[in-house]
């Protein structure tokens, strides 16, 4: 059974911390390209992190110096640690990739109908 479960959101102030968490089952992170996508209310999906199986990574121009994403093999997990928050980073954030979902041009991309329970960053100034 594929699943991702996102953990870690929440309230920060302006120039706070938060630390998403993704753990992934039904499959290896080291074996997939995943990431880290927000949805505002309304809005289309967006990149804002992803790495790839050899670790390779991406970042969107808006995060670039402010968040770093990290996997460890050996828990499935992919983390997005977030710094210097700002409050146009609030949304839902979710974990995708691999043989979940994609996104892609703004759209959502469901294999085998799974969907993402994502996890709210909320963010006041």
């Known amino acids: 059974h594929v699943q991702l479960v996102e953990s870690g959101g929440g309230s920060a102030q302006a120039g706070g911390s938060l630390t998403l968490t993704c753990t992934a089952s039904?499959?290896?992170?080291?074996?997939?390209?995943l990431g880290w996508y927000r949805q505002a209310p309304g809005g289309d999906c967006t990149m804002v992190s992803e790495?790839?199986?050899?670790?390779?990574?991406k970042y969107a121009d808006f995060v670039k110096g402010r968040f770093t994403i990290s996997r460890d093999d050996a828990k499935n997990t992919v983390s997005l640690g977030m710094t210097s928050l700002e409050p146009e980073d609030t949304a839902a954030y979710y974990c995708a990739g691999g043989p979940t979902m994609l996104c892609k041009q703004g759209n959502w991309y469901r294999i085998n109908d799974y969907w993402g329970q994502g996890t709210q960053v909320t963010v006041s100034s």
């Open positions: 039904g499959f290896s992170v080291g074996e997939s390209e």
């Open positions: 790495i790839s199986e050899d670790g390779t990574t």
